[in-house]
C-alpha cells in the first residue's frame, strides 16, 4: 500500500451510543470511506471508539496521535467536528498535530474552514497562550498516564505524601520513618474511634507538624486515612478535573477503567487490617449523644455579631443555648469570642413572635418586597455597563487578530494583549454574574408574596400549630437573617428589621 496516500478514520461515539442520525459507529465509518474514495485514498485503519469527547485522554485518540506523528498517514477523516473533540481547543491541538504532521484533516459534514471550529483554528495563534497552556497540561496528563503504566509513580503529582520519600529516578516511594510513626498514631486513633477533630487536635498541641509545616486540620487528617497508598496500594487517576465555567472546576473520580494501579511503587506503612478498620469507622455516622432528638430552629439563620454562625448546644442535658462557633477553638485556629450563651428557648420565642406579628399583618412584607424590587432598574443598568464593557473586549480581540493577519503586530504583542483582555474579561463575567444573582434574588420576591399570602392564610386559622417543619420554611420564605450582639437580637431579610433584649447567660 502506498503509505503517503493512506488514510486513517476516527469514529467516535459518547458513553450514551447515538444509533441515528449518521452518528453510529458503523454509519460514520461507510460515510468516512465514502470520502476517502472520492479523494482517492486508501483507508489504513479504522479507530473505533466508545468514549466521551470532553477530553483528548481516549486509548484510541492517543494511539491515532502517537503514529499521526510517526507519519503513518497522509489524512484523518471523521463524520464530523464533534465525534473528534467537543471542545474547540481541543480540535485547534489535533490539527495543529496533523500540520505539524503533514496530514490533511478531514471531515465528512463540512470543511474544517467553513465551521466555527475552522475559523477559531485560522485565528488560533491569537489564542496561543490558552491554547498551550492546554497543549501542556494534556502532555503532562499523557506523560504522567504513560508513566504510571510502566509501573512508576508520575512526576510532579502535587508536593508528596506524608510518611514517604518520593525519588523521582525509580518512581518509587521509600518510608520516612519518623513520620511513618506519627501515620500509624493516626491510624490506631482513629480505629479505636477517636475523631478527625480530635487527632487534628492532638498532634497540633503535641507540636507534631504537618506535611509543609504548618497545623494538622481535620480534612487532611480525613485524606490520610482514606489514602490507601498506606497500606501498599498506589492507584493513579482516581479523579479528574471538570471545567465548570470560567476559572471554577471541580473534582470528580473517574471509570474504574480508566485508573492505574502502580504495583509495588508504595511500601506500606499500616496493615491492611487496620485501614479497613479505620474506613469501617469513618463510614460510620457521628452524632453528639446529648444532641440526638434535639431541634434548633435558628440554625442556618443567625450569627454573632463577629460574624461567625451560631450553633446550637445542649448543657447538662437538658438546657438548650445558641452560641457562637468562634467562643470555642477549632483543630487549628484559638477562641476568637468571648459572646456568652443565648437561652434556646427564649430566643426562638422572640423571634417566632415577631415572625407571626408579620404574618398576622403581611401588608408590611408587601410594603418592603415593593421597595426592594424597585432595585431592579438599577441593577439593570449596572449589567447593561458590564455586558458593554464584554462587548468591548470582544471588539478589541478582534481588531488584534485583524492587525495580526495584515502583519502588523508580533507573537509577543498579540498574546500579551490577548491575555490582558482574557484577565479583564473573567473579571467582568464574574461581576455580571454577581449582578444576575442579586436580581434573581429581587425576581424571587414575587414568589415570597404569594408564599407569605398562604401563610397568612394558614396563620388565620391555625397559626398556633404550626409544625417545626412550617416555622423553618417561613423563616426561608421571608428571607430571614439574625445577627446576635451585645445589644440584642436583630432581625433581617424582607421584613424590617427590629431590635429585641433576650436573657443571655455565661452558663
Keep these: 500500500m502506498n503509505q503517503a496516500k493512506s488514510v486513517a478514520v476516527y469514529c467516535r461515539v459518547s458513553t450514551k451510543a447515538q444509533a441515528e442520525d449518521g452518528t453510529s459507529l458503523d454509519s460514520q465509518e461507510k460515510a468516512c470511506r465514502r470520502l476517502a474514495g472520492e479523494k482517492s485514498r486508501a483507508v489504513e485503519k479504522v479507530f473505533k471508539e466508545d468514549w466521551p469527547g470532553d477530553t483528548l485522554d481516549r ?98 503529582t502535587g508536593k508528596g505524601t506524608y510518611g514517604y520519600h518520593y525519588d523521582p529516578e525509580t518512581g518509587r516511594r521509600s518510608v520516612v520513618e519518623a513520620e511513618a510513626e506519627v501515620v500509624r498514631q493516626i491510624f490506631n486513633l482513629c480505629a479505636v474511634g477517636t475523631s478527625c477533630h480530635s487527632i487534628a487536635v492532638t498532634l497540633n498541641r503535641e507540636s507534631v507538624l504537618a506535611f509543609g509545616g504548618g497545623k494538622w486540620h481535620p480534612r487532611t487528617v480525613n485524606r490520610m486515612l482514606t489514602n490507601s497508598s498506606y497500606k501498599g496500594v498506589t492507584i493513579f487517576g482516581q479523579t479528574r478535573r471538570v471545567s465548570l465555567g470560567g476559572r471554577k472546576y471541580k473534582i470528580v473520580p473517574t471509570d474504574a477503567k480508566q485508573r492505574v494501579e502502580i504495583r509495588d511503587a508504595t511500601p506500606p506503612i499500616v496493615s491492611a487490617e487496620l485501614w479497613s478498620q479505620a474506613q469501617k469507622v469513618l463510614s460510620q455516622p457521628r452524632r453528639h449523644p446529648t444532641l440526638a432528638g434535639r431541634k434548633y430552629l435558628l440554625t442556618g439563620y443567625g450569627q454573632c455579631e463577629c460574624g461567625a454562625p451560631l450553633v446550637g448546644t445542649c448543657l447538662n442535658k437538658v438546657n438548650r443555648y445558641y452560641r457562637c462557633r468562634a467562643t470555642w477553638p477549632t483543630s487549628v485556629k484559638p477562641k476568637s469570642c468571648d459572646a456568652p450563651y443565648v437561652r434556646a428557648e427564649e430566643m426562638e420565642e422572640q423571634v417566632w413572635k415577631t415572625i407571626v406579628s408579620i ?18 432598574s438599577v441593577l439593570d443598568d449596572e449589567i447593561e455597563r458590564v455586558q458593554h464593557g464584554v462587548r468591548r473586549l470582544g471588539d478589541q480581540e478582534r481588531r488584534l487578530v485583524r492587525l495580526y493577519t495584515l502583519g502588523e503586530i508580533d507573537d509577543g504583542f498579540i498574546k500579551k494583549e490577548m491575555e490582558q483582555i482574557k484577565r479583564q474579561r473573567a473579571e467582568l463575567e464574574a461581576e455580571q454574574v454577581k449582578l444576575e444573582k442579586q436580581k434573581l434574588q429581587l425576581a424571587n420576591l414575587g414568589k415570597l408574596s404569594a408564599q407569605v399570602r398562604e401563610f397568612c392564610a394558614r396563620a388565620s386559622a391555625k397559626l398556633n400549630g404550626f409544625s417545626f417543619e412550617d416555622k423553618r420554611m417561613a423563616l426561608r420564605s421571608l428571607q430571614v437573617r439574625i445577627v446576635v450582639g451585645k445589644a440584642g437580637v436583630k432581625l433581617f431579610g424582607a421584613i424590617p428589621s427590629f431590635n429585641a433584649t433576650t436573657a443571655r447567660t455565661w452558663a
Design 59 to 156: 486509548p484510541l485518540l492517543r494511539q491515532l496521535r502517537d503514529q499521526l506523528k510517526q507519519g503513518m498517514y497522509s489524512a484523518v477523516i471523521c463524520h464530523a467536528t464533534d465525534r473528534l473533540a467537543r471542545k474547540p481547543v481541543h480540535l485547534a491541538i489535533i490539527a495543529e498535530e496533523c500540520e505539524k504532521a503533514g496530514a490533511e484533516l478531514l471531515f465528512v459534514t463540512e470543511p474544517l474552514d467553513n465551521s466555527a471550529e475552522g475559523q477559531l483554528i485560522r485565528y488560533v495563534k491569537g489564542y496561543a497562550a490558552e491554547i498551550e497552556r492546554e497543549k501542556i497540561r494534556e502532555r503532562t496528563m499523557r506523560g504522567k498516564q504513560a508513566r504510571a503504566e510502566k509501573g512508576m509513580l508520575p512526576h510532579g
Design 359 to 376: 404574618l398576622k399583618h403581611p401588608d408590611v412584607v408587601m410594603e418592603e418586597i415593593r421597595r426592594r424590587q424597585g432595585e431592579t
